[in-house]
């Protein structure tokens, strides 16, 4: 037993997977513009859209017949073994850690811009610090708040989109439509992906459902329809309200790109000294304090998991006996992420990220196929519509990504596949080769 407190009903999952994922429309997707442009944009968002779903009908397979904390690391394991299974949540780990540090730098430009002066920084170490304690409480507390956020960024969101939507032109979505030609829609593909990146977190609190078999099925399809539905609200109502480059540059003559979309474009549709527009940029902070304290949870999960199958210190398994909480991996992954932090670099950190969580995708839709064939009597309280179609466009799709983010970014793309390696050559070299077949057998 993981020690893991049953508590969350589809509600609070619904939160959860909404909540992981939501900063991606306040920030990030905007700096896929300048690569492709709103046509080349609006294309590489379509793509990313059918991997996602493709995507989630798999995986919420897979957390339904599998329902443990461990995510892809366990679904992988139990497909290829350990070793596999361990490079997979390496690849979560990636993707987790790193993700809220982006988003911590995020919310530190938004509060920033409301409140001139304000070190970007300090805001940014303060919010590791401040939910690393709310997740430490109990998980009843961090899911509740945690769905309260995401009510309030989701009412935030469309009432953004009855501000801008009605100032939408065609003109403006389209003034510079492919600035590098269709190729850029390739390049702006890891920035359409963090419209959706953190949905699979959901699988990370299989073991926390109250019912996981019903629950994670209904809290996976729900946030993704409502997650889609949101995409082409800020979509097309950011960029439709006054062009691409106000929701990209801050300064019209300078090359620096902003973390804030949402209240650039706002700020074309009503005056910066409008209380509209101050209640706008205060609420938006609601979306990122959502995702970041959301990716808490299933960061520390992850690691949970790994520490419990002692392929990681199994001090990082520990739950605390009365909170129910992995407190010992919540503390870790706080330190990695202030180390993080310091290296002040939010874009290199974006891809590295989308690259572990590409990974992740490829290697989940390869273990529902590779278990619908090894295993076909695991019980299954839901299977996959259109197998195999979805994990084979899932994979194929994941796919694309990565070679269009090796092309684009060469050096980021070797250090992540060198901490893919070193984790490979840790496995095998620290871990008794025992330990590694009991967990497969397991």
């Given at each position: 037993m993981s020690g893991l407190q049953r508590t969350l009903g589809p509600i609070a999952i619904w939160g959860l997977g909404v909540g992981?994922?939501?900063?991606?429309?306040?920030?990030g997707w905007n700096l896929g513009l300048p690569e492709g442009g709103p046509y080349g944009l609006g294309v590489a968002t379509l793509a990313a859209t059918v991997l996602y779903i493709a995507f989630?009908?798999?995986?919420?397979e897979l957390s339904c017949a599998l329902p443990r904390a461990g995510g892809v690391f366990v679904y992988a394991g139990r497909a290829f073994g350990p070793t596999v299974g361990f490079v997979a949540g390496i690849a979560q780990l990636v993707?987790?850690?790193?993700?809220?540090?982006?988003?911590a730098f995020a919310i530190g430009g938004y509060v920033s811009l409301a409140v001139p002066g304000v070190p970007v920084m300090g805001v940014a170490v303060v919010t590791y610090f401040a939910f690393t304690l709310v997740n430490i409480l109990g998980v009843k507390l961090s899911a509740g708040f945690e769905l309260v956020l995401t009510i309030v960024a989701v009412i935030e969101l469309c009432v953004f989109g009855a501000v801008a939507l009605p100032h939408f032109t065609w003109a403006k979505f389209s003034a510079?439509?492919?600035p590098h030609g269709w190729g850029g829609a390739l390049a702006a593909m890891p920035f359409a992906i963090w419209f959706y990146l953190g949905i699979e977190g959901l699988a990370n609190v299989a073991e926390e459902a109250r019912e996981p078999q019903r629950d994670l099925r209904r809290g996976f399809f729900?946030?993704?329809?409502t997650l889609v539905v949101l995409t082409a609200i800020v979509l097309f109502g950011a960029v439709g309200a006054a062009g691409w480059r106000a929701v990209v540059y801050e300064d019209p003559m300078s090359a620096v790109t902003s973390d804030s979309p949402l209240p650039l474009a706002i700020s074309h549709v009503v005056s910066r000294e409008s209380p509209f527009f101050l209640v706008l940029t205060g609420i938006g902070l609601v979306g990122l304090v959502a995702s970041f304290h959301g990716i808490l949870i299933a960061a520390s999960r992850s690691i949970l998991a790994l520490g419990?199958?002692?392929?990681?210190?199994?001090v990082l398994g520990r739950v605390h006996p009365t909170r129910g909480t992995p407190v010992v991996a919540l503390l870790a992954n706080l330190?990695?992420?202030l180390v993080a932090l310091a290296t002040g670099q939010t874009d290199q950190i974006i891809v590295i990220s989308v690259l572990g969580a590409l990974t992740l995708y490829v290697l989940a839709a390869a273990s529902l196929i590779a278990l619908r064939r090894a295993e076909p009597d695991l019980a299954r309280p839901y299977r996959t519509p259109l197998y195999p179609a979805a994990p084979l466009v899932a994979i194929t799709l994941a796919l694309v990504c990565i070679g269009a983010m090796v092309k684009g970014h060469p050096y980021l793309a070797l250090l992540y596949a060198g901490i893919l390696a070193i984790s490979w050559l840790g496995i095998v070299i620290f871990v008794p080769a025992e330990r590694r077949r009991s967990f497969r057998s397991g």
């Open positions: 992981y994922v939501i900063s991606g429309m306040y920030f989630v009908l798999g995986y919420a993707e987790y850690v790193l993700a809220p540090v982006g988003i510079d439509p492919l729900a946030a993704m329809a419990q199958a002692r392929f990681l210190p199994a330190v990695v992420g």
